[in-house]
Structures are given as C-alpha cells and as structure tokens.
C-alpha cells in the first residue's frame, strides 16, 4: 500500500503525518512553526527535517503540503503571505522539496485543503458542490464543485474575508478575533483579559454585552453567507475553524441569520453543516490534492488515525 507525507503549515503549528492510499493515517504529529523567528527559511528547514526522518522509517510516494498563504498550486509557490510568517512571500516549496527528495510534491492553500477535506471524507461527502468557510483569526473559504477547487483566474478565487459588507471587510467584521476585541472593548478591559471560550460562557450564563456581540456576529456571518450563496449557489455551507466548537449555541443564530439574507426558494435548497476533520483537515486535503495531481483518483473513506 502506497504512503504520503502530509504535512499542513499553519502561523502557529506545522501538523504532519503519513496517511495511506485509502485515506487512513498511520500516524500524525505537530510541533510550533516559530514563524516571527525563522520566517520562510525556518518553515522550510523544519518541513525538511519531517521529511528526512520520515523517509528513514517508510517507503513514501508522495509529498503533500497545505500551508497558510497565496499559492499558486500548479507551481507550488507561496504567492503572497501576511505579516504573520515573515519572508514567506515567494518561496518555492515544490521545487525545494523536489530536488531535495526527488519525489512528487504538490501545495495548495490550507483553507481550499480543508475545503477538499470536507468534500471527500466530511460534512460535505456525496454533495455536488460545498463552500467552506473557516472561521478563526479571520474568515477564509474554498468552494468545490465536482471534486474540483474553484481557484479563479489569477489564483485569488474565493477570498471571501474580504468581501466588501456594510462597516467594512467580511472578516474584519465577524472574525472570532474581532469578536474578543469588540467585547473587550466594550466592556473596557485590556487586551488578553478575554478570549472566546470565557465570552461564550459568559453569554451562556447572560452577560449581555457577550449575547449581543455573539449575535451580532451570527448576523454579520448570515449576510456574508447569504451573498456568497446567491454567486455560488452551493449544495451545502460548512462552517469550520476554532469558533465552531461552540456549535450549539451558534447554529440556530446563524440558521437564522441566513434565513433572513437569503431568499427562501434558494435557502430551503442549501445545507448548512459544520466541519467534521478538524485537525487533520488540512493534511487529509493536501492528500487528496495530491491524488487528483497525480490522477491517482480519490478513495472516499472517511480519514481517522489508527
């Protein structure tokens, strides 16, 4: 049975396993990208060195990579990176990794991996088209239709933080981030004495300035789903990133949210769901990139680690 690298880098933590043909990993591990101390140079020497001890312990087939960032996917080229990993902007990674190993490599954005991941082995399994948004420090989304990531002209497709709402940007608007700093805000506090889990909670319990930001989110994420809905008409939405973990407080204010921005007719036709791969979410997706690279079809089990 052949195995892949699958390695998935993240502004905070590099997630890395090996997973086999039928969608299974073997193993996976993590350790921080230290991104501000070693910037694009730093990423490459650590992804380098979890390839090296890989290939001392398997037979590899292939090397799959979904990082942060602008990629240009045919070329594997980090085509443009925020501040967040510093000299990031312009590194080869498929061609690094290529001549180092001398062994297939494909890198696609992390958020259209989790987006493939969702479509093959989660939430979106069976659906003909899915949009995925990841919700977190800001909000990214990756659109599949027929097994296929929806990449635009130029690369940039689907870039929904920046969708243009009343009061500005999509994500600068109902990111979880911003979440924490409007109610740190208004309740005059400073900066790390809350984060999102004390905010949830506290709404729970009927702090009100936490319910009213809470739904002022929800409302914000149903206008820009609902706008993405009428462009992109899809099957189904799933909702993933770090926030979702509060699901069952979130999903009747978003329903309801959408309900209000989108037309019935269209609505009673569009699945709403939420992210099942979770961490391995972008691992599981650079595989299955991988796979329709190389024309090695997809297998469409369900990923888990043994």
């Given at each position: 049975?052949?195995?892949?690298?699958?390695?998935?880098?993240?502004?905070?933590?590099?997630?890395?396993?090996?997973?086999?043909?039928?969608?299974?990993?073997?193993?996976?591990?993590?350790?921080?990208?230290?991104?501000?101390?070693?910037?694009?140079?730093?990423?490459?020497?650590?992804?380098?060195?979890?390839?090296?001890?890989?290939?001392?312990?398997?037979?590899?087939?292939?090397?799959?990579?979904?990082?942060?960032?602008?990629?240009?996917?045919?070329?594997?080229?980090?085509?443009?990176?925020?501040?967040?990993?510093?000299?990031?902007?312009?590194?080869?990674?498929?061609?690094?990794m290529e001549n180092a190993f001398h062994l297939p490599c494909e890198v696609e954005n992390d958020v259209n991996c989790a987006g493939l991941a969702e479509y093959?082995?989660?939430?979106?399994?069976?659906?003909?088209?899915?949009?995925?948004?990841?919700?977190?420090?800001?909000?990214?989304?990756?659109?599949?239709?027929?097994?296929?990531?929806?990449?635009?002209?130029?690369?940039?497709?689907?870039?929904?933080?920046?969708?243009?709402?009343?009061?500005?940007?999509?994500?600068?608007?109902?990111?979880?981030?911003?979440?924490?700093?409007?109610?740190?805000?208004?309740?005059?506090?400073?900066?790390?004495?809350?984060?999102?889990?004390?905010?949830?909670?506290?709404?729970?319990?009927?702090?009100?300035?936490?319910?009213?930001?809470?739904?002022?989110?929800?409302?914000?994420?149903?206008?820009?789903?609902?706008?993405?809905?009428?462009?992109?008409?899809?099957?189904?939405?799933?909702?993933?990133?770090?926030?979702?973990?509060?699901?069952?407080?979130?999903?009747?204010?978003?329903?309801?949210?959408?309900?209000?921005?989108?037309?019935?007719?269209?609505?009673?036709?569009?699945?709403?769901?939420?992210?099942?791969?979770?961490?391995?979410?972008?691992?599981?997706?650079?595989?299955?990139?991988?796979?329709?690279?190389?024309?090695?079809?997809?297998?469409?089990?369900?990923?888990?680690?043994?």
């Amino acid at each position: 049975m052949k195995r892949y690298i699958c390695i998935d880098i993240g502004g905070t933590t590099i997630k890395y396993g090996v997973i086999q043909e039928n969608g299974i990993f073997e193993m996976t591990k993590e350790m921080p990208t230290q991104a501000k101390e070693g910037g694009g140079a730093g990423i490459i020497d650590k992804i380098k060195r979890i390839v090296s001890a890989f290939l001392e312990q398997y037979e590899v087939s292939g090397i799959c990579v979904s990082t942060a960032g602008m990629v240009d996917w045919k070329k594997g080229v980090i085509t443009y990176a925020s501040s967040l990993i510093p000299n990031y902007t312009g590194t080869k990674i498929k061609e690094i990794m290529e001549n180092a190993f001398h062994l297939p490599c494909e890198v696609e954005n992390d958020v259209n991996c989790a987006g493939l991941a969702e479509y093959y082995a989660g939430a979106g399994k069976g659906c003909e088209s899915s949009l995925c948004l990841t919700i977190g420090t800001g909000i990214g989304g990756a659109f599949v239709s027929d097994g296929k990531i929806f990449h635009g002209f130029s690369g940039s497709g689907c870039e929904v933080g920046y969708l243009h709402l009343p009061g500005g940007a999509f994500q600068d608007l109902a990111a979880s981030s911003v979440l924490v700093k409007n109610v740190i805000q208004k309740k005059g506090l400073k900066e790390g004495d809350l984060n999102g889990k004390m905010i949830f909670d506290k709404a729970k319990e009927g702090d009100r300035d936490c319910i009213e930001a809470i739904d002022t989110m929800c409302d914000i994420l149903g206008m820009g789903i609902a706008n993405l809905c009428y462009v992109l008409n899809p099957e189904i939405v799933v909702l993933g990133g770090g926030i979702m973990v509060q699901r069952e407080y979130l999903e009747p204010k978003i329903r309801q949210s959408l309900k209000k921005y989108l037309l019935s007719s269209i609505a009673e036709h569009t699945k709403l769901a939420f992210a099942q791969n979770k961490n391995q979410a972008g691992m599981l997706g650079a595989y299955y990139h991988f796979k329709e690279q190389h024309a090695e079809g997809v297998d469409l089990l369900p990923a888990h680690k043994s």
